[in-house]
């Protein structure tokens, strides 16, 4: 256990409808990453978090997604109108500076149908 | 884009054998990570290393990191099934400000399969 928290473990859906996932991170780090992987692959990074606020964005990050940290705290990834390429495991990661270490929760897996 | 070129991309081998996983790449990493992930589950974080020709043992794993900080590897001694899981290397750089920066480049990873 990371501490690092991510709900819900799986979620499957249909095309064309929304998910958000949610990210607890280890509550002294102010730095949140979102990476997503896919069968076969490495993560790719998504975007990341300075306390609340979003300060880089990948090219992978449509506008059909958007994140947020609204306290600075836990952190959710929404995806509207899903595509089945977005299947994917999606995974927060708690960043701990003193060290440059990632920690990541267990991801969030999504099916889209 | 800097890339990670990670080999082999699948390892079968029987308990108690040797292995070594790559990790290459043509640009130079402030530090590098590996991490062994099980299906379904995120990854974890085994072990950074951050100066060049740095090695680190943890039990029967040995990483180090190459002179010129642009490629790594991962020996495994007397493998067991235990063992058996998806190895990831991750490489980090510093941002502008010269401070270190969380968004890794991952390599594809090395399926290791120990069999009893």
């Known amino acids: 256990d990371t501490g690092v928290s991510q709900n819900p473990r799986h979620k499957i859906t249909k095309r064309g409808q929304n998910v958000t996932f949610r990210c607890d991170p280890i509550s002294e780090h102010n730095r949140l990453y979102w990476y997503r992987q896919t069968l076969g692959q490495g993560p790719e990074f998504l975007t990341y978090f300075q306390n609340e606020a979003q300060l880089e964005k990948s090219r992978l990050l449509s506008d059909r997604f958007s994140a947020e940290r609204p306290k600075g705290s836990f952190s959710t990834l929404e995806i509207q109108r899903t595509e089945q390429g977005d299947s994917a495991m999606y995974l927060c990661?708690?960043?701990?500076?003193?060290?440059?270490?990632?920690?990541f929760g267990e991801g969030s897996r999504l099916t889209v149908l | 884009t800097q890339l990670l070129e990670q080999s082999p991309q699948f390892l079968s081998i029987q308990e108690g054998e040797n292995l070594t996983v790559y990790c290459n790449s043509s640009?130079?990493?402030?530090?590098l990570q590996w991490y062994r992930q099980e299906p379904g589950e995120g990854p974890v974080l085994l072990v950074t290393?951050?100066?060049?020709?740095e090695v680190k043992k943890l039990k029967r794993l040995t990483f180090q990191f190459g002179d010129a900080r642009k490629d790594s590897s991962l020996h495994i001694t007397a493998a067991q099934p235990g063992d058996t899981g998806l190895y990831l290397c991750a490489g980090a750089r510093r941002n502008a400000g010269g401070t270190s920066y969380g968004k890794l480049t991952f390599g594809q990873g090395t399926i290791l399969t120990v069999h009893p």
């Open positions: 640009s130079v990493f402030s530090s």
């Open positions: 290393v951050v100066t060049g020709g």
């Open positions: 990661a708690s960043y701990r500076g003193r060290t440059g270490e990632l920690f």
